[in-house]
């Protein structure tokens, strides 16, 4: 009789510390997704504000090299009359 008490308490035993293991084993489980998941938005948020980054750059480049160019088309348009109006004197003299 007591032995098979104690083989019912055993085997009792051993069902109640495989569902301690699975719950355990659970727990850790969700810790780690949710440390994943944690990373995984930081690393999100990351690209999000570098790429946010890059087209503001981009932006400003574009308007700091379209003020650039309008200089330079100035200034490339003010040669040409210079040259022209020399020309022009020149034949004139002649």
């Known amino acids: 009789m007591k032995m098979n008490k104690h083989k ?5 035993n051993k069902k109640k510390n495989k569902k301690m293991k699975m719950n355990k084993n659970n727990n850790q489980n969700k810790k780690k997704n949710m440390k994943k998941k944690k990373n ?3 690393n999100k948020k990351r690209r999000d504000k570098k790429e946010k980054k890059k087209n503001k750059n981009k932006k400003k480049n574009k308007n ?3 003020k650039k160019n309008k200089k330079i088309n100035k200034n490339k348009k003010n040669k040409r009359r210079d040259k022209k109006e020399k020309k022009k004197k020149k034949n004139k003299k002649n």
Do not use: A, G, L, S
Request: charged content about 80%; hydrophobic content about 0%; glycine content about 0%.
């Open 64 to 66: 700091k090299n379209k």
């Open 8 to 12: 019912k308490n055993k085997k009792k």
């Open 40 to 42: 995984k938005d930081k």
